[in-house]
């Protein structure tokens, strides 16, 4: 009996794997793993994200995939925020979303910076295996995540949660006023006369240039008070009678 075709194939070169699909494998990961962790703690999905919200604090976590991604790696990280309704009405005309994205969030990082303590990115490629990169979602989202969004539901959790991480994304002036919030005026009048000090004395921008051969071009850029910022920052003093020093 002759032999087909792809049996001399596999017998004079060995058997070939079927090729990977790992856009199906990271949606098996979605399914078997991140999906049921945040349907767990009663978050309600829209895509690739999740929200759940607690009075007037919303917790969002979405799933951010590269725009590198090709069909030979699929790599995506975890950005996660908290999003303060009160603030987004009073400083915006538009009403609240529907869906809150990390990107709306006065207050967000990423869960590399939380794990690793640096950007980091799960990747999906020939080098990796589906099961172990399960393995460690599942572990990254119980032993870390989990922890953050259980304690931090309320805004005056939040407060430590930022006192205690340099890797939270925050502006200088929602700090003020989160502060203010949880009645930490203390803190709150250090915080706005740093900033104003800041303000007035804005630091140069110094950026260097490094060429091939080794040579070293550096440019400063001359800073400007920003008035408007300043004007704001005077605002919220008058309004908690905070004498600010120039």
């Known amino acids: 009996m ?6 001399i194939f596999n017998s004079l070169f060995g058997e070939t794997k079927s090729e990977r699909n790992l ?3 990271f949606d098996d990961i979605l399914k078997n793993v991140i999906n049921p962790f945040f349907k767990e ?3 309600r999905k829209n895509g690739n994200a999740f929200n759940r919200k607690l009075n007037e604090l919303i917790q969002v976590v979405s ?3 590269s725009k590198w991604n090709d069909p ?8 996660i925020g908290f999003f303060d309704s009160e603030e987004y009405l009073e400083n915006s005309n538009k009403e609240i979303p529907k869906f809150i994205r990390d990107y709306d969030c006065q207050i967000h990082f990423r869960l590399g910076h939380v794990v690793k303590g640096n950007d980091y990115w799960y990747k999906l490629n020939k080098k990796t295996e589906k099961e ?4 460690e979602i599942y572990n990254n989202l119980h032993n870390h995540l989990k922890a953050i969004l259980q304690s931090n539901t309320e805004f005056n959790y939040l407060k430590e949660f930022i006192l205690n991480n340099t890797y939270i994304l925050i502006s200088s002036i929602y700090k003020i006023k989160l502060f203010l919030k ?9 915080l706005l006369c740093k900033e104003y000090f800041k303000a007035l004395n804005p630091e140069d921008y110094v950026s260097k240039t490094i060429y ?5 071009f550096i440019k400063t850029s001359k800073s400007k008070i920003n008035t408007e910022y300043i004007t704001v920052l005077k605002n919220i003093a008058k309004h908690q009678n905070i004498e600010l020093e120039n």
Do not use: H, M, R
């Not at 172990?132 to 393995?135: H, K, M, R, S, T």
């Not at 949880?182 to 250090?190: C, S, T």
């Open 2 to 7: 002759k032999n087909k075709p792809n049996t």
């Open 132 to 135: 172990n990169l399960e393995i």
């Open 212 to 216: 091939p051969d080794g040579s070293e």
């Open 72 to 79: 030979d790696e699929v790599s995506f990280t975890f950005n």
């Open 41 to 43: 703690f009663g978050f």
């Open 182 to 190: 949880v009645g930490d005026f203390e803190k709150a009048k250090e």
């Open 23 to 25: 856009q199906i494998e």
């Open 63 to 65: 799933i951010q995939k």
